[in-house]
C-alpha cells in the first residue's frame, strides 16, 4: 500500500546504522541506504520532528544457530555511522534485542511526545526493521517503511518483509515519497 499520509505527529526511527552491521555484506550497496536515510534524518531535523537513532550492542541470552547467551558486542561494532548527523535532542536507545521497542523506554519516550505514527529506515530488514515494525504496529503506531532506507544480508529476507510482512503492518513507500509528503507542511 502506498503511503497515504504523514500524520501530524510522526517520528523517524533509524534502526543500526552502525559499523558492525554496515560491514556485513548487504543485498543493496550500503552507502545507497545511508544517503537515504540521512535524508529522511535531514528532512525530520529541518521540520523539527523527533528522530530516534536505535543502535543493538548484544545479543540477548537465548540459543540459537549462531550461539548460545547473552553476549556483548565489542565498542567498535556499536559505534553509530558518522553520516547520521545525530542532535542532541535526537532520541537514542541502546538495546541487546531485534526490536528498538523491546526493553527500552521508547513506546513512553514517543508517547510523551504524542507520537502516533513511525517512519522505520535502517538494518537489517527482516531483524532489527521487522522487529520494530512489529512492535510499533502491536502497540497502536501507525508504520510507514521506508524501502530504499533498508535492507538486509538477504535479498530473498529483504523481498519477503517488505511484500509479505510490511504490507500487513503499515505503507511502504521510497524515500523520495516521504520527504515530498513531509514537504506538504
Request: aromatic fraction near 6%; charge should be negative.
Amino acid at each position: 500500500m502506498p503511503i497515504t499520509e504523514l500524520e501530524p505527529t510522526v517520528a523517524l526511527i533509524v534502526i543500526d546504522l552502525q559499523a558492525g552491521t554496515l560491514s556485513a555484506p548487504l543485498a543493496h550497496p550500503s552507502a545507497e541506504v545511508v544517503g537515504h536515510a540521512v535524508r529522511l534524518v535531514d528532512a525530520f531535523h529541518r521540520l523539527g520532528l523527533p528522530v530516534v537513532v536505535a543502535r543493538v550492542e548484544g545479543m540477548p541470552a537465548g540459543r540459537t544457530a549462531y550461539g548460545a547467551g547473552a553476549r556483548a558486542f565489542p565498542t567498535e561494532f556499536t559505534a553509530l555511522t558518522p553520516e547520521l548527523d545525530v542532535h542532541p535532542d535526537d532520541l537514542t536507545v541502546t538495546r541487546s534485542t531485534w526490536s528498538a521497542f523491546a526493553g527500552t523506554d521508547l513506546d513512553a519516550q514517543l508517547a510523551k511526545r504524542g507520537v502516533s505514527q513511525v517512519v522505520l529506515a535502517g538494518l537489517a530488514t527482516s531483524f532489527g526493521v521487522e522487529s520494530t515494525a512489529r512492535a510499533a504496529y502491536d502497540l497502536g503506531y501507525s508504520v510507514v517503511i521506508a524501502a530504499d532506507a533498508i535492507s538486509d544480508r538477504s535479498i530473498d529476507s529483504h523481498t519477503n518483509s517488505l511484500t509479505r510482512v510490511f504490507p500487513a503492518l503499515g505503507q511502504v513507500g521510497s524515500t523520495m515519497e516521504i520527504v515530498d509528503l513531509l514537504g506538504t507542511r
